[in-house]
């Protein structure tokens, strides 16, 4: 079953970009590569199933994100493209270990791995998404990795699972909000419950960064977006991402504004100044987006060297 669709009224057409939105058509020999064999090992990636503008950008430079856990979501958020039904196919128990062997042969510098919501599976795919993971780490180790996971609803024994997995991030979306909240997402995904899943992470794995991305132009207001970003830092997240809402098709929620680059420049700087350790913030900036994922790499990398140091205290090269 695809996206649901209304059918009370009709769609009103979608409005026109503005010019900075406008992106060339992906290309080049690492692109390709990074395509094809993707495509070849039959990988399911967000890249692709949300249409994300960047994708020449990220594939051209050896990153990609991956979803696990199948290609259709149990829940119906209003923003998202990807498909959605009720009772989806069940779990590949190999998807682990192909995943794994397939990530080992692309040889990629940074991978998000992300998921739908699973809530026809009693842990809502946890030891599933953990198992992808702990693979992962042991067939690919000098790729560094992020996950992007579900709320699991709230529950942290399922949350727990993925921490003791140990990516190096772990980031979990709010999308927007708290007002547009019940709008924009499935009522199943509260703005609180997306918080506690982030506040859960960060207290119990304090080792691990977390992250968290906000839509723009859905008509949040400007008190709203500053609220966000304080609840966010309170619960420790320490990496935002900004990006202006695309409407993926006439039967998803409106453009509401398309904010001008120069405003996101001025709410860049509005959250750095609340201590998030880096903020991406852009028209075109997505959850996964590489500019960030850069800096993490940096960043992980700086924390992998401190970490081996001889009985002496003397740093170790990497």
């Not at 050896?62 to 923003?79: K, N």
């Not at 949040?220 to 420790?236: M, N």
């Not at 750095?272 to 940096?298: N, T």
Request: glycine share 6%.
């Amino acid at each position: 079953m695809g996206t649901p669709q209304p059918v009370a009224t009709a769609a009103k057409p979608r409005a026109k970009k503005p010019e900075w939105l406008k992106v060339r058509l992906p290309s080049g020999p690492v692109y390709e590569k990074v395509k094809s064999t993707l495509h070849d090992l039959k990988l399911a990636t967000v890249c692709e199933e949300s249409r994300c503008p960047n994708i020449g950008e990220c594939w051209g430079g050896g990153t990609a994100t991956v979803m696990v856990m199948g290609d259709t979501c149990t829940r119906g958020c209003r923003f998202c493209n990807i498909d959605t039904s009720k009772t989806p196919l069940p779990l590949d128990p190999d998807e682990p270990r192909n995943l794994a062997t397939a990530i080992a042969k692309l040889g990629l510098h940074y991978l998000v791995v992300t998921s739908v919501d699973r809530d026809d599976v009693a842990d809502g795919g946890a030891s599933h998404f953990a198992a992808c993971i702990t693979e992962l780490l042991t067939r690919a180790p000098e790729t560094l990795l992020e996950v992007l996971i579900p709320d699991f609803d709230g529950r942290d024994e399922c949350i727990d699972l993925i921490g003791k997995a140990n990516p190096a991030v772990i980031a979990h979306n709010v999308e927007t909000v708290e007002r547009l909240t019940p709008t924009v997402r499935d009522r199943r995904a509260t703005y609180r419950q997306s918080l506690h899943v982030l506040d859960h992470v960060k207290k119990t794995f304090p080792h691990i960064h977390t992250k968290s991305s906000i839509m723009l132009g859905l008509g949040e207001t400007e008190d709203e977006l500053l609220q966000t970003f304080r609840d966010l830092r309170e619960v420790g997240v320490s990496v935002l991402t900004l990006g202006q809402y695309l409407r993926p098709s006439d039967w998803h929620l409106e453009v509401k504004e398309f904010v001008t680059p120069e405003r996101f420049a001025e709410l860049q700087k509005k959250a750095e100044a609340m201590g998030f350790l880096y903020v991406a913030s852009g028209p075109l900036v997505r959850s996964s987006y590489k500019a960030a994922e850069l800096f993490m790499a940096g960043l992980l990398k700086q924390e992998r060297t401190q970490k081996k140091v001889t009985s002496f205290g003397v740093p170790v090269e990497s």
